[in-house]
């Protein structure tokens, strides 16, 4: 929160602490709070920095994992597809 009221809630910054976030509570074991927040940082990724960035890419690919634990392998698997697809 205090990022974002600094820099902006779709500042790279305030993403990527958005993203460590849900890292966190997907290690802690909080899958769909990790979920919702991986979700945001990845809309806001593919707003800002575009769905080729390195950042986005990345964001996929925890999305995707998370997915997987959560047991949405279909959508998992789609986004693992985007992810393949990225040049």
Do not use: C, F, W, Y
Request: hydrophobic residues 35%.
């Amino acid at each position: 929160d205090a990022r974002e009221g600094t820099l902006g809630k779709e500042h790279p910054e305030t993403l990527q602490s958005l993203s460590q976030l849900a890292l966190a509570l997907d290690n802690m074991g909080h899958l769909p709070e990790a979920e919702e927040l991986q979700r945001r940082a990845l809309d806001a990724k593919e707003r800002t920095l575009g769905p080729q960035h390195p950042s986005t890419l990345r964001s996929i690919e925890r999305l995707a994992d998370l997915l997987q634990d959560l047991g949405k392998e279909s959508e998992a698997a789609e986004l693992q597809k985007r992810a393949a697809v990225a040049p």
